[in-house]
């Protein structure tokens, strides 16, 4: 410590009684960081009362998306014009430049300061009224273990004059201080944490090798910044532990285990020591506070592996649950589980919303948490029973994978009623036309139909609720408690395969051409073009070196899965293949050369298994157009009243221009990002594949003001007051089979008001 400015025999050295005059007299305004700790303890109460700002992920810690401003109101809106617009578009060289990736992030907005990221994950500051860039702040890159993944929010923290921005990228969590965007240094190492602290609990392995990021960001309860995970979807999932980190520090201060360990709840719905092989039961769609309780709610995902449990018998607690702990300490006080035992992969994939409801005369602190599924629970606050009534009910358990053990039951929530369909009927098939409806039919035909618990099976199953429902852009509540929620209607073929035979078809390929047919083309297509949901890879030499790819294969990046049941031989064959290079096994060559013993061999996991199925068919139901195969609405938005559980309105939500000229009423689309709902009775979305941002009337369901964006905005918006002026920003980030964006766009009143109420 550097001794300039210490105190001597109790009186104050000259630069200290000096800065101590400065700090009583002067603001300190620096980049954003007001040093307002009268009014700054553990809360954002302040700016929230009068919308001034968006401090947190979800408007508030209770993550209602709700706004008290009122500038723009319903006779306005229509006079909504472009205010600013930044291009948040990273400046990249080599491969990573031609590899364009959208924006997910929902800003925060603190005293005039703007901070978001970019595509690559970037972190920046802009003043909030012109969107002038103030600084940004490059995340390092770690070649064993950066995947990039999507970044949908940061998190702001407030003490005195220290303030910073708490994010993450890749597998770091990252301290800035939020005036200069440097690393705070006193944070973990140089500034950061690596997020496989805490997953290796009671585990004797190399966690540093096990995939994990964060796509949602995490909360600040007084001191301590708590934070759920995005791991792989497969055997080699990272354990979804809950972790409590000094925000000072970024020392570790609690772990909750998603998967119980000996003496602990919830232990006995797993066999025996589960928590040493299974992963996944994480939280990924981002937390809710309730800040005078001291409890912090979350939802959790599937165990590891999607679609077969044979080897996880039970209802496998905590995993699909809603869960409360105190934040303090990470005690639990309570869990509601949505799903047993789930062989559907039916996340909870956002984060719950904390409104108050009258229910029968009575008021009630409710958790309001939206699943893949479609369905919606209101819970108690206190103690997470169910306000409305929920059956239990028997579901099949024949014809399940050799070894599967299914549940035999689940619960059916009877109010309110789903958003989407909870299952496949052939009365559902799309009537666009007579020749879509027999192309989809012959594909109908062909899998298992009719339940919404139907299992899944070597000869396939058509499904609801994996992009479905529900997503992570979560939902808004207003102070009536009515409940804005968007939701997908996208079937799903499955088809498993048994591991086994799969790798015995490995062992007799002779090219990279069967390497990918076997391993790639159920979701990037026999002919490499890709879909909606995955990306082409034709002409990939164009965006990646080769030693990139080989990289992506054996570690995996964003929702794509490491491969690394595929030797290093095979790896290589597999991009020689893409690559359209006359080496290795690529057609027409019968070995690779010069490869060593090394390479012939497949890499163990660094922690959990190989399942004994997996997926081999794993797309969308479609028409011979690349139409949802069902009739519409595709995708539609919904309001609720959470106080008797009965819906308002609901309307589809995004259109097909094409279709609409051909006199097809509006079908809908699906969409990835959520609504905000302010006091002025206007509920802003984007999210939609038109590329679109709407503004309803929380009354009606009626579009009262629409722009179209230069690329989709598959994000949720933010509002905010800056000058006496009210803002709506979007990330029109582009990406999801549709152009690349890279940009924030504000709009605001054309007119500046004097005023703002």
């Known amino acids: 410590m550097k001794e300039t400015g210490i105190l001597v025999k109790g009186e104050q050295s000259v630069p200290t009684l000096v800065l101590i005059l400065f700090v009583a007299t002067v ?8 040093d307002d700790n009268k009014k700054y303890l553990d809360s954002f109460t302040p700016t929230l009362e ?10 508030s810690r209770a ?3 709700y706004s008290p401003l009122t500038q723009i109101t319903m006779e306005n809106v229509g006079d909504l014009e472009i205010a600013w617009t930044y291009d948040a578009r990273d400046q990249v060289e080599g491969a990573e430049a031609s590899r364009p990736r959208s924006i997910q992030c929902q800003p925060i907005v603190k005293d005039g300061i703007l901070y978001g990221t970019t595509p690559e994950l970037q972190l ?23 995947n990039i993944s999507a970044g949908r929010g940061v998190t702001y923290w407030q003490k005195g004059i220290d303030c910073r921005i708490i994010y993450t990228s ?45 796509t949602s960001p995490g909360i600040i309860y007084k001191d301590i910044f708590i934070i759920g995970s995005s791991v792989s979807e497969k055997g080699d999932a990272a354990p979804g532990n809950i972790r409590a980190f000094d925000v000072v520090t970024g020392k570790l201060k609690w772990v909750f285990h998603t998967i119980p360990h000996p003496g602990e709840e919830g232990y006995d719905t797993w066999p025996k020591d589960a928590y040493k092989e299974h992963g996944g039961v994480n939280s990924w769609g981002g937390m809710s506070l309730d800040v005078e309780r001291g409890m912090v709610f979350f939802g959790t995902g599937s165990p590891s592996s999607d679609f077969y449990g044979g080897n996880r018998k039970g209802k496998n607690l905590f995993a699909n649950s809603v869960v409360a702990l105190d934040a303090k300490t990470g005690k639990l006080e309570w869990y509601f589980q949505t799903v047993r035992h789930d062989l559907w992969d039916r996340d909870l994939p956002c984060a719950p919303n904390l409104t108050t409801i009258t229910v029968e005369g009575e008021k009630r602190d409710v958790v309001v948490q939206a699943g893949k599924d479609g369905l919606v629970y209101v819970l108690d606050r206190e103690n997470g029973t169910s306000v409305f009534p929920i059956e239990e009910r028997k579901v099949p358990i024949l014809d399940g994978l050799p070894g599967e053990q299914p549940y035999p039951s689940q619960i059916f929530p009877i109010k309110p009623e789903p958003l989407s369909h909870q299952f496949f009927r052939e009365d559902m098939i799309t009537d666009l036309s007579p020749e879509s409806r027999a192309y989809v039919k012959g594909i109908v035909d062909k899998y298992q139909i009719g339940h919404k618990f139907s299992l899944p099976s070597e000869s396939g199953t058509l499904m609801f609720g994996y992009s479905g429902g529900a997503e992570w852009g979560g939902n808004a509540t207003d102070l009536e408690g009515i409940l804005y929620q968007n939701s997908n209607n996208d079937p799903w073929i499955l088809e498993m395969e048994d591991v086994e035979s799969r790798d015995n078809e490995m062992q007799s390929v002779r090219t990279g051409a069967d390497i990918y047919r076997i391993n790639c083309a159920m979701c990037h297509g026999s002919d490499k073009k890709g879909t909606a949901e995955f990306p082409s890879l034709v002409n990939i030499g164009d965006r990646l070196a080769s030693q990139d790819i080989e990289s992506i294969l054996e570690s995996g990046m964003g929702r794509m899965p490491a491969f690394r049941h595929i030797s290093k031989k095979n790896r290589k064959a597999v991009t020689a293949f893409l690559l359209d290079l006359p080496m290795g096994m690529h057609p027409g060559t019968a070995n690779v050369p010069n490869t060593s013993e090394a390479e012939e061999n497949i890499e163990e996991p660094a922690f959990g298994y190989e399942p004994r199925y ?18 519409p609405p595709w995708g539609t938005l919904n309001a609720i009243d959470l106080n008797t559980g009965e819906y308002l309105w609901r309307v589809p939500l995004g259109e097909y221009p094409e279709l609409t000229e051909q006199g097809i009423p509006i079908t809908g689309t699906e969409s990835y990002g959520g609504p905000i709902v302010t006091a002025s009775g206007l509920v802003f979305i984007a999210g939609t594949k038109d590329e679109k941002i709407r503004a309803f009337d929380k009354r009606t369901g009626k579009v009262v003001w629409e722009y179209q964006l230069p690329a989709g905005g598959f994000a949720t918006p933010i509002t905010y007051e ?8 979007i990330a029109a ?3 999801r089979g549709q152009k690349p964006g890279g940009y924030y766009i504000a709009f605001a009143l054309k007119n500046k008001p004097q005023k703002i109420n």
């Open 27 to 34: 603001p300190i305004l620096v980049g954003g960081c007001v």
């Open 733 to 735: 980030g582009g990406g």
């Open 63 to 65: 993550s209602k998306r």
């Open 614 to 631: 997996v997926p081999k068919v794993w797309k969308k139901l479609k028409d011979q157009n690349g139409y949802p195969g069902i009739k």
């Open 722 to 729: 800056a000058d006496n002026r009210q803002y709506v920003v």
């Open 50 to 59: 009068t919308g001034k700002d968006w401090p947190v992920y979800g408007g």
């Open 124 to 146: 920046f500051a802009l003043r909030a009224t012109t969107g002038e860039e103030l600084w940004r702040f490059k995340p390092v890159r770690d070649s064993r273990k950066y």
């Open 170 to 214: 890749g597998t770091y969590l990252y301290a800035i201080n939020a005036k200069t965007g440097n690393a705070i240094p006193s944070f973990g190492e140089d500034g950061r944490v690596d997020l496989h602290e805490g997953l290796d609990d009671g585990l004797d392995l190399d966690m540093g090798k096990v995939s994990i990021n964060a």
